[in-house]
């Protein structure tokens, strides 16, 4: 940030101030959590990234077919960079074909449309499919392995660990529900053209129809994915979105009981957060919030901002108590560079404080010629001195 030569200071600029009385500030009672009958759990808003509710969230489990999750997630990173395409061939090596578990029913020696593989590894969580696609990306599935674990570390989940690409049962194979509602939202945010696969209810495939195994697809309308997964030694778990209004949730269940346990105990979740919370962007992505006086540029003038979107999850209905400041440098001196801090921004609620970025010049500010630095040196002089 820009400083003065002997001290540095900040000027505090209100944004919004909703200062109503003390009874209206309040937020909302909440009352506790919903308890939920699952070994790991958690509750996510993907926009802000605020955790609702968890229970063991850290815990390393196997993933199941979570796992394919993953795999999902490279193909559609494979397609959005153009190294693939959705009508590309993919043959079927008798690896994919002979591998165990459920099934998308694709022949050794065909070749299957990504498409239709895709699909496959969504709504059917066929492991034939699954290893079909893996093998085609990255050759064979150890080595798209390597590329799932590479991903994980680039997503931040860093308590997630890959051996293959189906969740087929292995003791180096884990992940928590944490790093899973984390993939989750990469899924949904990062490449929102294929998201709506994830909702599909059926999937028909060499004549053999199969229904996705989320239930929730069928008993909430907002609901619009993920995935399911079940093994012996992982239970039944679920990882699933919806979307109501302009707030969507993410859940997650590892180690529940049953299939209908896994829906009710998601379910749960999903309730309890719409009922009682909302997701609202306070700030949009390259925002002017206000104007920096510049001394010794060409222009006298910077406007600042945000470099993204700011989203925050408030319980509903408080959005009228949220408070926001501005703290800049109250000395910026040129030159100013694109996406330079000035700042930040802080946003709190009843005292507590949700927000906390960095406040950027939106466009840069070369320097002035020599007249006018001096000049601007020698009004900035007499501002300090007095």
Request: charged residues 20%; hydrophobic residues 40%; contains cysteine.
């Amino acid at each position: 940030m820009a400083t003065t030569s002997m001290f540095k200071s900040l000027l505090t600029i209100v944004l919004f101030s909703c200062m109503a009385t003390l009874a209206s500030a309040q937020s909302a009672l909440i009352p506790s959590p919903p308890s939920i009958g699952a070994s790991s759990y958690i509750l996510m808003d993907p926009l802000s990234g605020k955790i609702l509710i968890e229970g063991n969230s850290h815990e390393r489990l196997p993933p199941a077919s979570l796992t394919k999750m993953m795999t999902a997630y490279i193909v559609e990173r494979e397609l959005d960079e153009g190294r693939i395409s959705m009508t590309d061939m993919v043959p079927v090596s008798v690896n994919a074909w002979r591998t165990g578990g459920s099934r998308t029913f694709i022949k050794e020696g065909s070749q299957v449309k990504v498409e239709d593989l895709l699909r496959g590894v969504v709504i059917q969580s066929g492991n034939d499919a699954t290893v079909a696609l893996a093998e085609f990306v990255a050759g064979s599935e150890g080595a798209f392995a390597d590329i799932m674990n590479q991903q994980a570390q680039i997503l931040g989940m860093n308590e997630t660990h890959f051996v293959n690409a189906t969740g087929l049962p292995s003791p180096e194979q884990f992940s928590t529900a944490h790093d899973l509602a984390l993939l989750a939202r990469a899924i949904i945010t990062d490449y929102p053209e294929n998201y709506p696969i994830y909702a599909e209810k059926h999937f028909t495939y060499n004549d053999i129809r199969q229904p996705n195994r989320n239930s929730l697809l069928w008993r909430d309308p907002t609901v619009d994915g993920l995935k399911t997964g079940h093994t012996e030694e992982a239970g039944y778990c679920l990882v699933a979105s919806a979307k109501r209004d302009d707030t969507r949730f993410i859940s997650v269940v590892m180690g529940t009981d049953s299939p209908n346990a896994r829906a009710q105990e998601v379910q749960k979740m999903l309730n309890y957060g719409f009922r009682y919370y909302s997701s609202e962007r306070l700030f949009s992505a390259g925002q002017k919030l206000l104007e920096g006086r510049v001394w010794g540029g060409q222009f006298d003038q910077v406007d600042i901002g945000v470099k993204g979107d700011v989203f925050v999850t408030i319980p509903r209905g408080s959005k009228s108590s949220l408070e926001s400041v501005v703290d800049v440098d109250n000395v910026i001196k040129a030159p100013i560079n694109i996406g330079q801090e000035l700042g930040r921004v802080k946003v709190t609620l009843d005292g507590e404080t949700i927000v906390d970025e960095p406040v950027l010049a939106l466009k840069g500010v070369p320097e002035g010629g020599f007249f006018k630095r001096l000049w601007d040196a020698i009004k900035l002089f007499f501002i300090q001195l007095f």
